[in-house]
């Protein structure tokens, strides 16, 4: 069955802290990648996601991630967190010809200022 | 963002009860999607449709029912909530890149709490 792993459960940072958060999903074949933010109160918003090309995406708020289809693996990053990054994050992957957008756990950020 | 609507927000129920939830949506897609999130699990599919006439189980169905009344509305029911079904309850609505869904967008969510 396909699932996502997201290790991370709690990441505490210090504002201007490098992030990385990890993501694997366990589907071999063709997929499309999702990372959401949910900020406190929110619903969940579109950071940024890869459906093809370059395995570098860049999303909004200055975050990107790496697709390494090695790994299975689709890391979010952020070089300079800042305290309004507070929130939590899900990555979400489907794959071709499946209506289910399988998401992972969360993981919950928290920036001290 | 107000393209996804949801009502009520916030509801308290008891046992027993039928409740229905409903959601509304500007965006134009033709498939739609409802969730439920509880805490460490992430957010799971029970049902979703790509059009009025086209309605699917996800993962998590049991308990649960839809309806897809036009093109922008599709309401969850409760037949009967059971305390186990107090959640946060997402629409959301996608567009189609061929065979595969595309970005889905959210609603602000319901939740509701099932005494």
């Known amino acids: 069955a396909q699932s996502v792993s997201q290790h991370n459960h709690h990441v505490i940072l210090s504002e201007a802290a490098s992030l990385e958060l990890g993501c694997n999903y366990s589907?071999?074949?063709?997929?499309?990648l999702f990372w959401y933010v949910q900020y406190p109160g929110q619903h969940l918003q579109l950071l940024l996601k890869?459906?093809?090309?370059?395995?570098l995406v860049k999303g909004i708020k200055g975050f990107e991630a790496e697709f390494i289809k090695s790994k299975f693996s689709f890391n979010l990053r952020k070089p300079s967190v800042q305290w309004s990054d507070t929130a939590e994050y899900f990555c979400?992957?489907?794959?071709?010809?499946?209506?289910?957008?399988?998401f992972g756990t969360g993981t919950r950020l928290t920036i001290i200022p | 963002d107000a393209d996804v609507t949801q009502t009520p927000r916030n509801r308290i129920t008891k046992t027993g009860k039928r409740i229905m939830l409903e959601c509304s949506q500007t965006?134009?897609?033709?498939?739609m999607y409802w969730y439920r999130q509880d805490p460490g699990l992430g957010l799971r599919l029970i049902y979703y449709?790509?059009?009025?006439?086209?309605?699917n189980k996800g993962e998590i169905s049991d308990g649960y029912s839809v309806s897809r009344q036009a093109q922008a509305k599709f309401s969850l029911s409760l037949e009967s909530a059971i305390p186990n079904q107090t959640a946060l309850y997402f629409c959301?609505?996608?567009?189609?890149?061929?065979?595969?869904?595309?970005?889905?967008?959210f609603g602000p969510g319901t939740r509701l709490t099932v005494l």
């Open positions: 959301a609505t996608s567009d189609a890149q061929g065979a595969f869904p595309d970005t889905q967008y």
């Open positions: 589907y071999g074949g063709t997929v499309n």
């Open positions: 890869y459906f093809s090309g370059d395995p």
């Open positions: 979400a992957v489907t794959r071709f010809g499946n209506e289910k957008l399988t």
């Open positions: 965006k134009g897609h033709d498939r």
């Open positions: 449709s790509f059009d009025v006439k086209d309605i």
